[in-house]
């Protein structure tokens, strides 16, 4: 088992660049394909974007594709999600999950393990 914790949310403005993490402290965190996915208010949680454990493949959903980015370093034991050109409607929670996924999936179910969440507000 993993325990990703989620930091770096905030608010920024439309245009703006934010920078989330996601962290665990297991070792095997790092054998792990990590999703990130976001729930607005009144609104599902959908998927955001994913990275295999090698590191060597992403997805991305089409609202952030060319917008957003995810990387992994895996000696830290942490992804995080480059989110430029922000718009308002990226304001949600944003969550990291984990989980040894068939690739791609952007089914939240396929992920096991699931941090708190970090608010991410931009204002336009």
């Known amino acids: 088992q993993v325990q990703p914790v989620e930091s770096g949310g905030g608010l920024a403005a439309a245009g703006d660049s934010l920078r989330v993490s996601c962290a665990a402290s297991?070792?095997?965190?790092?054998?792990?394909?990590v999703g990130w996915f976001r729930q607005a208010p009144g609104k599902e949680r959908e998927f955001v974007a994913a990275i295999t454990w090698t590191n060597s493949s992403t997805d991305y959903a089409d609202a952030v594709k060319g917008r957003f980015t995810v990387s992994r370093d895996n000696a830290k034991g942490t992804v995080y999600l480059q989110m430029d050109s922000l718009k308002p409607e990226d304001t949600a929670v944003y969550y990291c999950a984990a989980g040894r996924v068939p690739w791609p999936t952007r089914n939240s179910r396929n992920y096991n393990f699931w941090g708190q969440g970090t608010q991410v507000t931009v204002s336009s």
């Open positions: 297991e070792r095997t965190f790092s054998t792990y394909a």
